[in-house]
């Protein structure tokens, strides 16, 4: 499981020393434990991904304002808990998979307008969610109602 992979690289940081890794992965383990405390049973890891992926987006939304207020220093140490954190998520689908699973989905609902967009993100998100950013469907689903 995820959470014991993370369990073992807690353990390994903590005997090199790695103070950054172990922070991060600290911080990681606390998230991933009130989400169970939150749920009130066993993650699964597709929760843990959901986690992760949360805290990646936090991660890159915080950068940006740091490179908007030129805190390159504190950009820089960010990208590098990004870097880490993403290495416990899937690998992403291409955009040319993404669009084949969209496509599938409108022949599925057929959707007249885009005030279809949220039956069509409704049955996207099982799909994807773990396996895509979901801003990229969205802008992707988006930009294909608007056709």
Same mark, same amino acid.
């Given at each position: 499981?995820?959470?014991d992979?993370?369990?073992?690289?807690?353990?390994?940081?903590?005997?090199?020393?790695?103070?950054?890794?172990l922070?991060?992965?600290? =911080?990681?383990?606390?998230?991933?434990?009130n989400?169970?405390?939150?749920?009130?049973?066993?993650?699964s890891?597709?929760?843990?991904?959901?986690?992760?992926?949360?805290?990646?987006?936090?991660?890159?939304?915080?950068?940006?304002?740091?490179?908007?207020?030129?805190? =390159?220093?504190?950009?820089?140490?960010?990208?590098?808990?990004?870097?880490?954190?993403?290495?416990?998520?899937?690998?992403?689908?291409?955009?040319?998979?993404?669009? +084949?699973?969209? +496509?599938?989905?409108?022949?599925?609902?057929?959707?007249?307008?885009?005030?279809?967009?949220?039956?069509?993100?409704?049955?996207?998100?099982?799909?994807?969610?773990?396996?895509?950013? =979901?801003?990229?469907?969205?802008?992707?689903?988006?930009?294909?109602?608007?056709?």
């Amino acid at each position: 499981m995820l959470i014991d992979k993370i369990n073992g690289d807690t353990t390994i940081a903590m005997k090199s020393q790695d103070k950054f890794s172990l922070s991060v992965l600290r =911080m990681l383990k606390s998230s991933i434990q009130n989400e169970a405390i939150n749920k009130t049973d066993d993650l699964s890891d597709e929760d843990v991904i959901a986690v992760i992926k949360k805290q990646v987006k936090v991660r890159k939304d915080s950068k940006h304002e740091y490179v908007k207020y030129d805190r =390159m220093d504190l950009a820089d140490s960010l990208d590098r808990e990004i870097e880490l954190l993403s290495r416990y998520l899937p690998e992403e689908l291409s955009e040319e998979e993404i669009e +084949k699973v969209i +496509k599938d989905v409108f022949n599925k609902v057929n959707p007249t307008s885009v005030k279809d967009m949220g039956l069509i993100m409704r049955e996207l998100t099982p799909l994807l969610a773990s396996k895509a950013d =979901m801003s990229v469907v969205s802008s992707l689903v988006r930009a294909k109602l608007n056709k």
